[in-house]
């Protein structure tokens, strides 16, 4: 799992609730991912920050939230406006120039009920 | 619509025994990775093969492109109870600014003892 740390590993949360999930890396890296991966499908980008104070959305960014103010730091909120949160989420990061070689934290498991 | 579908979705073989999982999509690319995840847990990189690149090596992964054929394939050697894990393709780079990393669903490798 590299120098990636997310935590929790289990986080349960009621429906409704706003929840934050942590990703820290000490790699240096400047670009930070956040990926959701469901049963059978492969990972699907939800945010990605090239450098501190700024990110982008990925392919599926309604009902999440992000902010890049370290560049340790990446921080992921599932917001209450997120339809289906209940998914195991990655986060990961790269050097800007080999941007394609990602390292990946052990992830979160979220279940919201 | 997912860029890269690895095939089968599940493999299960012999320990000794050699491992093959295809990868095929469907518009240009920059690279092809190949990635591992062990169960609950992050991804790993494997290998990277650039699109002017037909075959490379790591250990006992051997990776081929064909982008006449829009496919690859990893070959996992003398496969060990410690391959049992999913591997997943992603495919970077084509029209979008960001070269966005785009990941199959993954196979399910399972090697028997």
């Known amino acids: 799992d590299g120098g990636i740390t997310q935590s929790p590993k289990y986080l349960f949360r009621k429906e409704g609730q706003n929840v934050t999930l942590s990703c820290e890396q000490n790699?240096?890296?400047?670009?930070m991912y956040w990926y959701r991966q469901d049963p059978g499908q492969g990972l699907r980008l939800i945010y990605y920050?090239?450098?501190?104070?700024?990110?982008q959305k990925g392919d599926i960014a309604e009902g999440y939230s992000v902010s890049r103010e370290k560049k340790e730091s990446f921080p992921l909120t599932v917001t209450s406006a997120q339809k289906n949160p209940t998914a195991f989420y990655l986060c990961?990061?790269?050097?800007?120039?080999?941007?394609?070689?990602?390292?990946f934290g052990p992830g979160t498991r979220l279940t919201v009920t | 619509s997912q860029q890269g579908e690895e095939d089968p979705q599940a493999l299960s073989i012999q320990e000794g025994e050699n491992a093959t999982m295809n990868c095929s999509y469907k518009?240009?690319?920059?690279?092809l990775q190949w990635y591992r995840q062990n169960s609950g847990r992050g991804l790993v990189h494997l290998i990277l093969?650039?699109?002017?690149?037909r075959e490379k090596h790591s250990g006992r992964l051997r990776v081929t492109l064909d982008t006449s054929k829009k496919s690859s394939s990893l070959l996992i050697t003398a496969s060990r109870a410690a391959d049992t894990a999913s591997y997943f393709c992603?495919?970077?780079?084509?029209?979008?600014?960001?070269?966005?990393?785009?990941f199959g669903p993954g196979t399910s490798l399972s090697v028997i003892p």
């Open positions: 093969i650039r699109s002017n690149e």
């Open positions: 992603a495919t970077a780079g084509g029209a979008t600014s960001y070269d966005k990393v785009i």
């Open positions: 990961a990061s790269s050097m800007v120039q080999s941007k394609y070689e990602q390292y």
């Open positions: 790699l240096n890296h400047d670009a």
């Open positions: 920050s090239q450098i501190v104070n700024d990110f």
């Open positions: 518009t240009s690319i920059n690279n």
